[in-house]
């Protein structure tokens, strides 16, 4: 069985996409998922490309009980890989917006993957415009902020499982 492939993207891949991906493995493991899907993580710009996560992600994650190590390189999204995820969630609308530019591209015959907000899956986020559904970057705070953003992010991993195991019964 073919695994799904699961992408979260962000500006420079050392926060919000590592972050969101240590999150969303934790949790596919405790729903006895993680050998079905592959999450990884990948960012828009090139500039932070090959640095480790952000030592106030590290920590934000470790405070909110995510187990070390945090093995994490950042990376730039390229064309050719994009068309390997099945699922692409993007931290804003920019970098959503980025994505799609990016599947258009595609050479005929490539299926692009689907792109979503990673917000879209909170409760009651199918009201909103994706305009409204930023993961803010917490870059420019303090480790109050990168805290914040670790346990805003976990209020959309309820929703993107559920989506998950609705996919994964489809194959």
């Not at 986020?125 to 705070?141: C, G, I, K, R, S």
Request: charge should be negative; glycine fraction near 6%; include cysteine.
């Amino acid at each position: 069985m073919t695994r799904f492939r699961l992408l979260t993207v962000c500006t420079g891949n050392v926060c919000r996409s590592p972050a969101a991906a240590v999150i969303l493995r934790r949790a596919l493991e405790l729903e006895g998922l993680g050998d079905r899907v592959e999450v990884g993580s990948a960012g828009t710009s090139w500039e932070v490309a090959g640095m480790p996560m952000d030592d106030r992600t590290e920590l934000a994650l470790e405070r909110a009980g995510y187990p070390r190590p945090f093995e994490h390189t950042a990376r730039t999204i390229h064309l050719t890989e994009l068309m390997a995820w099945d699922l692409v969630l993007a931290m804003t609308p920019e970098h959503a917006q980025t994505m799609r530019r990016m599947a258009e591209q595609a050479p005929e015959g490539c299926v692009a993957p689907r792109i979503a907000m990673w917000r879209r899956y909170e409760p009651g986020a199918e009201q909103l415009a994706e305009t409204e559904l930023a993961v803010e970057d917490p870059w420019y705070e303090g480790q109050s902020a990168f805290d914040r953003t670790v346990k805003d992010m976990e209020r959309a991993v309820p929703g993107i499982l559920a989506d998950l195991r609705e996919e994964l019964s489809r194959r």
